[in-house]
T-cell receptor, first 115, second 116 residues
């Protein structure tokens, strides 16, 4: 059973370009979460999605950031017009629907570097 | 106010000894879950152990145990018989049941170094 997959693992963008980060949850998992980790910091929640629905986007910056989890295919975190401050590690996690503890399984992360 | 507080930026331990990593939390929700994750230098997040707020016993997973003191709102991680491979960042996290969101709130982490 493959774990959570994220690609690319490393992404370099110039200021003003767009960044697209992909996340394929574990098989059978319908909940996806995105977190951002700045250097020397803990992870900060960004958004929680279920298939075709955004459940909680309270951690998403109001501008330039968007996320989707379509019926088919991976979840996508999109950052438009990137700035240097967007440089961070972006982690995706997934969990199954229901469950008593809803353990979140993390992907390996995408390291975004904005030049 | 911070939801998760890890007061130890760095900890050192001798190989084969036990070490305790501190974590305190703040919530008014009676139902919550507490997690510990390990992040080695390679960067991935590895789940270690979980404690539910209603669990009667402290959680244990191999060499990891969680010293859960509900009245003090603390959930310290104990690693027994430390190994060199335990050197990593350790993050405490909490999930609250309120509001329907399943998000985890993380502390700033503790960097553990195991010395030979």
């Amino acid at each position: 059973n493959a774990g959570v997959m994220q690609n690319p693992r490393h992404l370099v963008r110039r200021r003003g370009q767009e960044a697209r980060l992909r996340c394929s949850p574990m098989k059978g998992h319908s909940h996806v979460y995105w977190y951002r980790q700045l250097p020397e910091e803990g992870l900060k929640f960004m958004v929680y999605l279920q298939k075709e629905n955004i459940i909680d986007e309270s951690g998403m910056p109001k501008e330039r950031f968007s996320a989707e989890f379509p019926k088919e295919g991976p979840s996508i975190l999109r950052i438009q017009q990137v700035v240097r401050g967007d440089s961070a590690a972006y982690f995706c996690a997934s969990s199954p629907a229901g469950g008593t503890r809803n353990e979140q399984f993390f992907g390996p992360g995408t390291r975004l570097t904005v030049l | 106010a911070q939801k998760i507080t890890q007061t130890q930026p760095g900890m050192f331990v001798q190989e084969k000894e036990a070490v305790t990593l501190d974590c305190t939390y703040d919530t008014s929700d009676p139902s919550y879950g507490l997690f510990w994750y390990k992040q080695p230098s390679s960067g991935e997040m590895i789940f270690l152990i979980y404690q539910g707020s209603y669990d009667q016993q402290n959680a244990t997973e191999g060499r990891y145990s969680l010293n859960f003191q509900k009245a003090r709102k603390s959930a310290n991680l104990v690693i027994s018989a430390s190994q060199l491979g335990d050197s990593a960042m350790y993050f405490c996290a909490m999930r609250e049941a309120q509001g329907g969101s399943e998000k985890l709130v993380f502390g700033k982490g503790t960097k553990l170094t195991v010395n030979p």
